[in-house]
């Protein structure tokens, strides 16, 4: 304890250099109208005040890199305290380290106070050095040290439009590198995520993960385990749905890195069949995000898993059970199993639930069923899911087609659809079998949907 508090006292951090670049705009291009407003009107008022205060993190990389930044973060050497009594707006959250949010307009900036960087002797770790704790202030070039890759730790003023760069991360984001600060294998220890930070961050600005960075991500892989579930759900859903999620599942593929993530992620990339649908669905959503249209997570975790829960129902169907409880049974126990290393959020569930639900009740194509499958809130994102299913070639592209045409039609067309007309052909091919004794739904037709 004792031996603890000395080091704390007299070790400085070894990596924390003492003078960094201060870059001119002309050098890396970065001009102050790019920053948001709100966020140049806290860095400003903080500064009146006396405080350092610079726009910090993925908002100055990605400027640089010519991408739109997704939100803006300040760092300053004000107190969380003090950055709340600077503003009407603000408020504290978090309890071990405190953040600060600023509300301005439509915008909210995150603040937060330099932190010191912490190494595996000081710090408080579990067994294995990740670090559980980060929650000690600390100077302007400490806080640099403790973040993750050189490009990350970038500090711009948009008052006098510089950059101050303790790592020379403006020249390793012009040479397209993602090179950790300090030492790699201790980085990935404290922190296992920034394995999967790097693959992400590398995918989305078209950076190479610098040898040194990714040599030891193979070995070192194992360590995701002990981050909490939570953690990793929050971690994956960004990479899901950053607009790169194909190129980054296959770098986490290649580095060895899907293993255990979704645990079933690694067995469904094996999967001919299950393969295409994952990979459809990531390249869709990226086209999504590209376009800046909405995302639901539910639906794209529901694509992910959806050849588990498929297998499993069959599976189950095989053994006799009833198509509606065996596929609720496959849904529940393939939720389970993912729930240990990849908390999704339970509203996330409930969504994919319904998605996976509303599957069987597009066999049905006749009577009222159609109706009311049509009526359903979800039925749009269900019938997204069934096309999807089409393309990768599981069913009958006709059937998806029948659903468009069926929605999109007068009264009379969808008599003429479900009375099996030409245009809704597929019902021709469709074996019938009797609802099976123990079904539930009415929506049941008893088939399954592959
Ligand atoms: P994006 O917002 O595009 O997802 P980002 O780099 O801004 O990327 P955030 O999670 O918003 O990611 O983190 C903001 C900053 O905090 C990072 O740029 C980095 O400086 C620091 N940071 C985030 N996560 C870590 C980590 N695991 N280890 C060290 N520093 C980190
Ligand atoms: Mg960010």
Known sequence: MIRKLLRRVFKRPASTPSEPAVIPADQHGVRSTEISPAARKVCAVLQEQGHKAYVV??????????????????ATSATPEEVKAAFRRARIIGRRFKIVHVMSGPET???????????????????????????????QAEDATRRDFTVNALYYDPATETIIDYHHGVADLKQKTLRMIGDVRTRYREDPVRMLRAVRLGAKLGLTIDPAARGPIREMSSLLENVPAARLFDEMLKLLLSGHAVNCLKQLREEGLHHGLLPLLDVILEQPMGERFVWLSLDNTDQRVRQGKPVSPGFLFATLLWHEVLANWEARKARGESVYPALFEAMDEVLDLQAGKLAITRRIVGDIKEIWALQPRFERRNGKAPYRLIEQPRYRAAWDFLRLRAESGEIDVAIPEWWNRFAHASGTDREALMQGDPDGAPRKRRRRRRKPSGAREEGDTGESAN
């Open 109 to 139: 900036i995150e603040v937060s106070t330099f932190r010191a960087s912490q190494d595996a002797e000081t710090a408080e770790t579990d067994e294995h050095g990740r670090i559980l704790r980060d929650n000690v202030f600390g100077s």
């Open 57 to 74: 993190g993925g908002a100055v990389r990605d400027i640089i890199a010519g991408q739109k930044p997704k939100d803006f973060d300040v």
